[in-house]
């Protein structure tokens, strides 16, 4: 594989990372990182969607009129997050009961109509598919970074397995506590980019 | 690539073309789970009552109530035993739920003692809320074989029995207001029964 092919499927994991530096798609990041067994489930589906997306909208791109672009990559999207909905629904479902609106929800995630509309509507089939994986990896890396310190933290446990014995700092559970990770995952990934 | 001018036409065309394909594709996944998504419900569901009716092996009859002033209807589904009424296992809800409502199956014996309860489907908050399974917290076993028409149903802030959750009183309000419902439910039913046979 070429350099340049490595470059655009590791930008998603810390470089543009999607949640961390793109600051995209917050409301699925804070609003289903109470567990890591949620944010796992919950960034699956969404990289799923964003490698099937990008995959076909770059097929597409040759047939869909500028005009009418965004309807058609909604569209697209849309019916992929049905399709893994349902499968959901049909084999895991307990996952489809914790995350319950936020699956059909990520037809609205900015980071797959972002994708979209700034990568796979301008590059190759191979190059956005390279894309959507890297760029799900990034997103399902930083929703689980967020979820392991608020579990950890929120409920002293990991993967639901009680492993500090305490009852947890409240804070953490709530959205409040959402934002304080969010925030401090930001600043250290930030720092990190700068030192190096 | 480049922009292009597209006419009127090709834009509904394309939009359309676009349009059934995904139309298909929703068709043929929606075939393809909608026998094992209907499966899995019926076994939460089947799985429940077996939880809540400890000891009972059998089929159960189904019937809705609807109670005066509720907005739903909650299900009861009896048990029989050898004719006589082992008890029932009522699908209920609550309103009052601190993410808006939640539904548990709440299983009764035949005089109307709490056998078990089950939490069927909620949001409530993780870590406050979400104590209302048993899994989760003690909660749920104070419940356990309490007659609502001698317990009273209330949490203790409000005059009643029951030992809230601590940090999510609303939380326990509903789901004492669920289990009141089911209550209700079960013993209107019961003895309407009585009477008609």
């Known amino acids: ?164 014995p305490f009852d947890g700092i409240l804070i953490f559970v709530l959205a409040p506590g959402a934002f304080i990770v969010f925030g401090f995952t930001i600043a250290v990934v930030k720092w990190l980019q700068k030192t190096k | 690539m480049g922009k292009k001018e597209s006419s009127l036409k090709q834009l509904v065309l394309s939009l359309t073309l676009i349009t059934c394909i995904a139309a298909i594709a929703l068709t043929v996944i929606y075939s393809m789970t909608k026998v094992p998504i209907a499966l899995s419900q019926q076994k939460k569901k089947t799985d429940a009552i077996s939880l809540v009716l400890k000891g009972f092996k059998g089929e159960t009859k189904e019937t809705k109530v609807l109670l005066d002033g509720d907005k739903d209807s909650v299900i009861i589904y009896f048990a029989y035993q050898n004719d006589s009424l082992f008890g029932a296992a009522v699908e209920t809800y609550t309103d009052k739920a601190f993410d808006g409502t939640f539904s548990i199956m709440v299983g009764f014996d035949a005089v109307g003692n709490i056998i078990e309860t089950e939490v069927l489907q909620a949001n409530e908050t993780p870590g406050l809320g979400d104590k209302i399974d048993k899994k989760k917290s003690d909660f749920p076993l104070q419940f356990k074989g309490k007659n609502p028409k001698d317990f009273n149903l209330l949490v203790k802030k409000d005059g009643g029995e029951v030992d809230a959750i601590t940090a999510a009183t609303i939380s326990s309000r509903a789901f004492c207001d669920a289990i009141q419902r089911a209550s209700n439910a079960f013993l209107k039913i019961k003895e309407n029964g009585n009477e008609q046979n």
Not at chain 1, 6 to 11: H, P, Q, R, V
Not at chain 1, 15 to 28: D, S
Not at chain 1, 97 to 125: D, Q
């Open chain 1, 1 to 164: 594989m070429e350099m340049s092919k490595i470059k655009i499927l590791t930008n998603g994991f810390i470089k543009e990372n999607p949640t961390l530096v793109l600051v995209l798609g917050t409301c699925p990041s804070l609003a289903v990182t109470t567990s890591i067994f949620n944010a796992l489930g919950m960034g699956a589906a969404t990289t799923f969607v964003l490698i099937m997306s990008n995959m076909l909208i770059s097929m597409l791109k040759s047939v869909i009129p500028d005009k009418i672009r965004i309807p058609c990559y909604i569209l697209v999207i849309a019916t992929f997050v049905t399709i893994v909905d349902l499968i959901i629904q049909a084999y895991v479902p307990a996952l489809s009961s914790s995350l319950g609106v936020f699956i059909p929800l990520i037809v609205v995630n900015c980071i797959v109509l972002g994708r979209a509309e700034a990568f796979a509507g301008k590059n190759s089939v191979f190059d956005s598919t390279l894309d959507g994986i890297g760029m799900g990896i990034g997103f399902t890396l930083a929703i689980f970074i967020i979820a392991f310190f608020r579990e950890l933290l929120g409920s002293g446990a990991l993967f639901g397995q009680n492993i500090i």
